[in-house]
T-cell receptor
Framework: AQSVTQLDSHVSVSEGTPVLLRCNYS??????LFWYVQHPNKGLQLLLK??????LVKGINGFEAEFKKSETSFHLTKPSAHMSDAAEYFC?????????FGTGTSLTVIP | DADVTQTPRNRITKTGKRIMLECSQTKGHDRMYWYRQDPGLGLRLIYY???????NKGEISDGYSVSRQAQAKFSLSLESAIPNQTALYFCATSGPGGGRNTGELFFGEGSRLTVL
């Protein structure tokens, strides 16, 4: 069975400081993993995806994530937070048929 | 124009009413999904369809039904709405991945439903 655990429901950072959003997954297969972002009153937008190529994945807006099979983790990072990064972030694992969502991490960026 | 369009974007209704949420897409994808979002629960799958003749229940299908009218159209119905169906509903599409789903989801903007 597939599942995703986002370890923090809320993260607050100051503008210009690093961002770390943590995600652990459980999968019976070699999974596909995704990070999505949701800004207020908007749909979800893909930030990046891992599909068994390079383990360090670069996404849009300076975000990146590293697939660590031994730790079953796929943490999202950004070197320097911007005010526009304030949003809800979802880690997602996919298998043959379906997508499994984490419960989300709300990121607050403090000026 | 958006690739995945949901209508209505907002709807307020009363308990017991029948409600239909519509989704259309221009991405040419075969796979379509309906999700429900509640605060703190992430997105939960209601129904999904891999082609016009293939409809599957998700983890929370009770109280909902769907219709895949065409490759591009996938509607979600609440036959008799109840207050705990108040939520934000998303339609999404996905491209083919063969036997392994490596494609990503493309989302509509969401339909906010309030049941009084």
């Amino acid at each position: 069975a597939q599942s995703v655990t986002q370890l923090d429901s809320h993260v607050s950072v100051s503008e210009g400081t690093p961002v770390l959003l943590r995600c652990n997954y459980s999968s019976s297969y070699s999974p596909s993993l995704f990070w999505y972002v949701q800004h207020p009153n908007k749909g979800l937008q893909l930030l990046l995806k891992y599909t068994s190529a390079a383990t360090l994945v670069k996404g849009i807006n300076g975000f990146e994530a590293e697939f660590k099979k031994s730790e079953t983790s796929f943490h999202l990072t950004k070197p320097s937070a911007h005010m526009s990064d304030a949003a809800e972030y979802f880690c997602v694992v996919s298998d043959w048929d379906q997508f499994y969502f984490g419960t989300g991490t709300s990121l607050t960026v403090i000026p | 124009d958006a690739d995945v369009t949901q209508t209505p974007r907002n709807r307020i209704t009363k308990t017991g009413k029948r409600i239909m949420l519509e989704c259309s897409q221009t991405k040419g994808h075969d796979r379509m999904y309906w999700y429900r979002q509640d605060p703190g629960l992430g997105l939960r799958l209601i129904y999904y369809s891999f082609d016009v003749k293939d409809i599957n229940k998700g983890e929370i299908s009770d109280g909902y039904s769907v219709s895949r009218q065409a490759q591009a159209k996938f509607s979600l119905s609440l036959e008799s709405a109840i207050p705990n169906q108040t939520a934000l509903y998303f339609c999404a599409t996905s491209g083919p991945g063969g036997g392994r789903n490596t494609g990503e989801l493309f989302f509509g903007e969401g339909s906010r439903l309030t049941v009084l």
